[in-house]
């Protein structure tokens, strides 16, 4: 088992019940949960972790990158487990999304959280979907498959944001974005007609954002059907929803569900001005507005 980064962030009191554990997606590492969302959730008590995947971020690897398949990265999310207090919650984006999917089929975790996630079914449609729509992206994505620094700021902006970001804000993120493992492409870039599963009962929530290029409404909705739950959608953001404007509104949205979901506690009493304020931060499947 390789050394794993994983990075820590604790509430200054009693941490509540149940801790966090982030999988960072494809392309990345623990550093895209450390901007915004784990001192974030620490200061709102909870014991925050973030893994970086093997070969990805400080963790060993990445000379032998290209070797690593979703399984290795299951089992660096169960090793990763220990360094938490208790079973914890996953949270997955993109590609850590589907790991996510993975390590519930083979341990039972309070619950999981899937951003943005890749589909149990594969990323066929959504690949095919973009090479159609952003041809430029599409042919970006490819080069950092092979070349970590081969890809222009304004490729990242469009595969990971929204199009009010600035691409300064790109800028900034271009240079710790890293190539990703082929092989893990492969096991998840096609399509894979009998996904696994966890058993019945598994409790996951499945958030999408509605400008993202790179996993669209429709294939989040049908991770939303495979795991028999209702996906909520966040506007204006693209698929890096943990750093872009506004992502306090996905924090919450998640820290709530964990709480009402998992710790079984009542919905937060919202105070009687913010009750006053019609709010249309989130949507449904449906298109119906929700406070967060």
């Known amino acids: 088992m390789p050394q794993l980064e994983i990075l820590s962030h604790r509430p200054a009191g009693p941490a509540k019940p149940v801790p966090l554990l982030f999988v960072h997606g494809a392309f990345c590492g623990a550093w895209i949960w450390d901007e915004h969302f784990l001192p974030w959730f620490a200061e709102q008590g909870w014991e925050a972790h973030a893994v970086s995947l093997r070969g990805h971020g400080a963790s060993e690897g990445r000379g032998r990158l290209n070797s690593f398949g979703i399984a290795d990265y299951v089992e660096d999310v169960l090793a990763a487990v220990a360094s938490c207090s208790a079973p914890p919650v996953l949270i997955g984006h993109s590609m850590g999304g589907m790991v996510v999917q993975r390590?519930?089929?083979?341990?039972?975790?309070p619950g999981a959280v899937l951003m943005a996630s890749a589909p149990p079914h594969g990323l066929l449609e959504s690949s095919m979907r973009l090479a159609w729509s952003d041809p430029y992206v599409f042919q970006q994505m490819g080069m950092l498959m092979t070349f970590s620094n081969g890809i222009e700021a304004e490729a990242v902006r469009?595969?990971?944001?929204?199009?009010?970001v600035p691409?300064?804000?790109?800028?900034?993120?271009?240079?710790?974005?890293?190539?990703?493992?082929?092989r893990v492409l492969l096991d998840i870039g096609g399509w894979i007609p009998f996904p696994l599963l966890p058993a019945r009962g598994a409790r996951v929530a499945v958030l999408g954002a509605e400008e993202d290029r790179l996993i669209p409404r429709d294939q989040v909705e049908a991770t939303a059907r495979a795991f028999r739950t209702e996906p909520v959608f966040f506007p204006a953001m693209g698929h890096s929803m943990m750093l872009e404007p506004g992502w306090e509104a996905v924090a919450r949205h998640v820290a709530d569900w964990v709480e009402a979901t998992v710790l079984e506690k009542p919905a937060r009493e919202k105070p009687a001005r913010e009750k006053s304020v019609p709010t249309a931060t989130v949507s449904d499947s449906g298109a119906r507005a929700a406070a967060d």
Do not use: V, W
């Not at 469009?158 to 009010?164: G, L, Y």
């Not at 691409?167 to 974005?177: D, F, I, N, S, V």
């Open 167 to 182: 691409l300064e804000l790109a800028k900034r993120y271009e240079p710790l974005m890293q190539e990703e493992s082929q």
């Open 103 to 109: 390590a519930l089929t083979r341990r039972r975790f």
């Open 158 to 164: 469009r595969a990971m944001f929204s199009d009010r």
